[in-house]
């Protein structure tokens, strides 16, 4: 636990509590919203040192530490901690679970108060933006004016640029990672799959589920779908190969005669012990929703004050380095301060997970260079 | 019609009749073996013009002209027919559907002569190069000992290097095209969800529902996996990018808000009016047990004649340029004959299918270099 933040524990806070519920993107008043979180660091006298991390799509608020009793650390410990990339000696590191989430976020998971039982599909339709507002109402709760600093990967970096588009005023530091502007054809087939995956299996019951099985099978398929767009072809070829389950040559049968098989089978199903298949549906969704060219125009930008630290990884796929080099064109139209570095890696768009080492060195120093 | 070679007819012949079964790879002796094949162009008196053209997952025998009272001609057509890049008033052209597939030839669909009711699971592993082995035995039934050329894109192609590995004597020509020496950790790991997609669809039933409903929600998600695989990313932008199925915005619930998803979801449902789920099964296992390094190592085409023609796209990231290369390597260490173009193109692995101006252009004059 060298360099930990030690052993921390999520919290939860009831927020858009009627009459002071959320207006939806789609229209719709909604609340009251859980949102669970955790923080590092000590938040300052000033209120200036606040960052927030934002997880990717299977993520939650669990980014540093140890839950008690737990080996595992959260999903970004080699990155949030005392004299790590966000060193938690100088900032205060807060990171919750999205609205959709199922780690103790309201999502379709959760129990509609309104009916006593878990909402299903009558969960609304979230956006982006509507993550981001969210968000928002925490930091208002816990007293927050001004974030230090944003960062997060994937959907977490969409998440990054709709704050910057959002609420710039709020942002004096963004770093948003293997990220892009809109969701691009390709990047909403694969989400389509993926939820056709989980809808296609006849557990799933139009989103009914609960207490019942679980979409398993679909959600473990949507899993595996996703695991490959993850993943370069280079890194599954260095990791797996050719090589087979068993020493023999060929099974000739069905069950799985490759380790990529038996990996991406064992990705899927540790997947569906975590995660509920209607998060999926709901977050894949707004993902593919997500557009601030369409939604902002020329306006995208105007005017921030902002810096930028926009990092993409040579093997990302999913999210390639042309996205980011997207984001850094539409900041540079208004004269924003950005800077850009792509990281040679073969993860693909894993990266963001692996390349400690090169996150840390850009991530300090581009922090280092103003004062909380 | 016109430079069409017009009417044609699927024919059958039943091959490896007992006692002359085939061994296949996976050591089982099997037999009879129906195959179904179509013929363009005549033989010459010499048999020396016959050129081999061969399909790629979800093709068949009927490469070009139309079947009578179709409008939908074959799906080569554009290459095959008089004056065409596979001339039919030169050469004699052949197309015979696969072992294990749908349209004609022995597959799992196929009534087992043992119990006269479908094979399904019953019906063995197959490998491309019992694909290949059954084509040579249509060869030897239509009195064909040398081919002057053979053909094929993707798994297609995949043939025409194994023909070439097994039978170089019997190949003056060969022309592998968006095509691969052996199936990488991605490649397998895309057809592999495809199978599971297919396998956790309880229809399935383990592989027995001829006659009751067919498993057509996982056959159709695996096609739509595959679709993704086909396009490119830019083709994709192209042809859908973010446009939406109606003028409205969003409309916030799980049907299909986007154009890319509604054509997804058309191509798989169009796909299991036409193809069994078995048959995706087995040919994608034959694809992934493919590896002609492993399988003949430094022998693979030591002291080959056959002149080669090896064609990739450059957008193509299912089989990318670079598995071209290694062929072109793996040819060019013996000292073989081998010509290499990329083809730029934004298609993706589909090019094959859409570049026939540049594919005519260069298998033309490949193959008028020598006479039949």
Chains 1, 2 share one sequence.
Not at 130 to 138: A, P
Not at 199 to 220: C, F, H, Q, R, T
Not at 225 to 231: A, E, K, L, S
């Amino acid at each position: 636990m060298e360099k930990s933040v030690g052993i921390v524990k999520t919290r939860q806070v009831t927020l858009a509590q009627p009459p002071a519920d959320l207006r939806l993107e789609n229209g719709r008043q909604f609340g009251p919203i859980t949102i669970a979180y955790e923080t590092y660091g000590h938040l300052n006298k000033e209120h200036t040192n606040a960052i927030l991390i934002l997880h990717a799509l299977s993520g939650d608020s669990h980014a540093a530490g140890y839950h008690e009793g737990e080996t595992k650390p959260g999903w970004w410990d080699a990155m949030v901690g005392p004299g790590k990339a966000f060193d938690t000696n100088i900032y205060h590191v807060i990171c919750s679970n999205v609205l959709g989430g199922c780690q103790g976020s309201a999502g379709p998971s959760s129990i509609d108060p309104a009916t006593n039982k878990p909402y299903g599909l009558n969960f609304p339709i979230i956006t982006i933006a509507d993550m981001v507002n969210c968000q928002k109402l925490l930091l208002d709760f816990l007293g927050i004016e001004k974030l230090y600093a944003i960062a997060g990967g994937s959907i977490g970096g969409m998440q990054v640029l709709q704050w910057a588009a959002a609420y710039p005023e709020m942002v004096r530091h963004a770093i948003p990672i293997a990220a892009t502007l809109r969701h691009s054809a390709q990047q909403i087939a694969f989400d389509e799959v993926g939820r056709q995956a989980i809808m296609s299996d006849p557990e799933w019951n139009n989103g009914d589920y609960y207490g019942k099985k679980v979409p398993a099978k679909g959600l473990a398929l949507a899993r595996m779908i996703g695991h490959i767009t993850y993943m370069s072809e280079f890194s599954m070829a260095e990791k797996f190969g050719r090589r087979l389950k068993s020493k023999e040559k060929y099974g000739f049968s069905f069950t799985q005669d490759f380790e990529v098989e038996g990996y991406l089978r064992y990705r899927g199903d540790s997947f569906v012990q975590r995660f509920d298949a209607n998060s999926y549906l709901y977050i894949t969704k707004a993902m593919d929703y997500f557009d601030l060219i369409t939604d902002y125009k020329t306006d995208l930008f105007r005017g921030i004050k902002t810096r930028f630290l926009v990092l993409s990884f040579s093997s990302d796929w999913l999210y390639p380095p042309a996205n980011s080099k997207e984001i850094v064109r539409a900041l540079k139209r208004h004269g924003a301060e950005v800077s850009y570095c792509e990281i040679e890696s073969n993860y693909g768009h894993d990266s963001f997970l692996v390349e400690f080492e090169e996150e840390t060195f850009l991530i300090r120093n581009f922090l280092a260079a103003q004062k909380p």
